[in-house]
């Protein structure tokens, strides 16, 4: 094993046990954030504890953290409700697939879950990584994890390390879990409260992609944390009023802000930055990856256009030291 990997797998397991950590305020949510996406994803898999040390030494702001609940109600950090995609759970378990061919979490307890090994995220009918490039599929040894280990690990890093990184939860598919018989939102605000992570001075930003469970966050459960209404469609680009009444701030994806290259060869920026900040919210983009560039020459020419000419605030980014460094430098 590459002596770097030694080093960052070590330090995961260097997460603190006592949840009376203290945990070091925000002092402004007015600065240009780096959001590690998933951890260090560009360069160990996705939402592995190595994947998120690896990004607290990039000195980030946030480290984000996909959840999903298992069988037996552990918050589980991983990106979908299904497995097939970054674990070896259709070897290890073959016939645990519901009819639509696919294994889902919330089918697995955390025991079992435990026992998959996870890799870079590939194609399941093709076996092949979806980022060619990135670690190699399936060497060394990664597993699941549950969100309260993740935190333990972030809080003793900021401790060892004298840091205030904060989290940045996502709640995944809410209606779904609700189907299951789960209300996964009332699951993690208790978590996040047991570790401090009550309101908006506190290190942690919540995010969800339902804008009817967000609402329901702010206004049934009181929740008085920084609120990210992430979008994804065009129509959801109107609603910045509604959006402002319960969240701080919205989650676009790149191609709702820029728009390609009028005939002069000049990037092209929609208005939403502008609409959600006259409605005072922040925007958080994603996801910016230095090896899918689309019709960018360079990442910071990317980063370039997005800070500067976009005026974003913050960056989901796989590849955190690239963001980091090109902000210090400009």
Known sequence: MPRFLVVILVLCFMSCNNKEVKINKVSTKSEKVVIAHRGASGYLPEHTLASKAMAHTMNVDFIEQD??????????????????SVTDVAIKFPDRNREDGRFYV????????????????????TNKAIFPNRFPLFKSNFKLHSLQEEIELIQGLNKSRSKNIGIYPEIKEPEFHQKEGKDISKIVLNVLAEYGYKTKEDNCILQCFDAKELKRIREEFKSELFL??????????????????????????????????????KWLISDLVMN??????????YTFRADELGDFKTFDELLNVALYEANIDGFFTDFPDKVVDFINKN
């Open 67 to 84: 959840i999903v609940l298992s069988k037996d109600n552990v918050l589980v950090v991983i990106h979908d409700i299904h497995l097939e």
């Open 106 to 125: 919330v089918d697995f307890t955390f025991e079992e879950l435990q026992q998959l090994n996870v890799s870079e995220r590939f194609d399941p009918a």
């Open 228 to 265: 990210v209404q992430l979008i994804e469609f065009e129509e959801e680009e109107l609603r910045m009023e509604e959006f402002a009444k319960y969240a701080d701030g919205i989650g676009p994806w790149i191609p709702q802000i820029i728009k390609g290259k009028d005939k002069n060869g």
């Open 276 to 285: 959600a900040h006259k409605n005072n919210l922040k925007v958080h983009a």
